[in-house]
């Protein structure tokens, strides 16, 4: 029964093979397919906007705070300004530095000359760094999920599919292409959203990763100059 109201569908003249009618048209383990592809695509460029704005957030950020910090003014007075309650990554580097290297001067009475108080403040920034990073690059493993899954899913929607559109044909006797082209591109739907959700992702993600790579970088480099400037410091007092 459910084979001959298909054949009958494939079999309609005004067949509807806009977007919408191709979805209403199809079996219900492709309009599944659909939907899941559909969600991960509207995911993805959620994503990616707030990776994107995150960014451009962080890098301002990062640039008014390394003006204030290489103006001259005094490191302590920074700190309680901006790096006791860090509102940024780059801050929150500083303060994590500043903070162990008071820390240790304040119970051991000893400077960041001294190995063991350089590495821990190394330590320190090292950790934040890693721990920034992470915040930055959550959801970063669901872009390159979606772009490296998602055209085999829409793959096999569409091969489930074909199959389900051969099965109708078959109970007809009649390959016609006007019986056989609405089923087929029901079908090829599927991959078509698949690689719609698969591209952008592919895509930002290489973008977006090369992206916070750089801001590592750069919050290393900080850290590094900043390590330097305390040791400096250590040794002028000496």
Not at 106 to 125: F, L, N, P, Q, Y
Not at 131 to 146: G, H, P, Q
Not at 183 to 190: D, M, N, S, T, V
Request: no cysteine.
């Amino acid at each position: 029964m459910d084979q001959a109201v298909n054949s009958a569908a494939l079999a309609a003249p005004s067949a509807n093979l806009s977007l919408w009618g191709l979805f209403l048209e199809a079996d219900i383990v492709v309009k599944l397919v659909m939907l899941i592809l559909l969600l991960a695509s509207v995911w993805v460029w959620a994503i990616i906007i707030e990776k994107v704005l995150s960014l451009r957030r962080v890098n301002r950020e990062a640039s008014e705070f390394e003006d204030s910090f290489w103006s001259g003014g005094s490191l302590d007075e920074l700190y309680e300004r901006e790096g006791a309650d860090p509102t940024n990554p780059i801050a929150a580097v500083f303060g994590a530095a500043m903070s162990e290297w008071k820390r240790s001067v304040r119970i051991s009475g000893i400077d960041i000359g001294h190995t063991g108080v350089k590495e821990r403040v190394d330590r320190a920034m090292n950790v934040t760094i890693m721990r920034e990073m992470e915040r930055l690059e959550r959801y970063m493993i669901f872009l390159a999920s979606v772009g490296s899954t998602a055209p085999f899913v829409g793959l096999f929607g569409t091969v489930w599919g074909i199959m389900h559109s051969f099965s109708a044909i078959a109970a007809m006797h009649n390959t016609d292409l006007a019986v056989v082209a609405p089923g087929i591109a029901e079908a090829l739907f599927a991959t078509a959203i698949g690689l719609v959700a698969a591209i952008p992702a592919v895509l930002a993600y290489n973008k977006l990763s090369n992206d916070l790579a750089r801001f590592a970088a750069r919050l290393e480099g900080f850290g590094a100059e900043f390590a330097a400037i305390l040791s400096r410091q250590s040794e002028e007092r000496k």
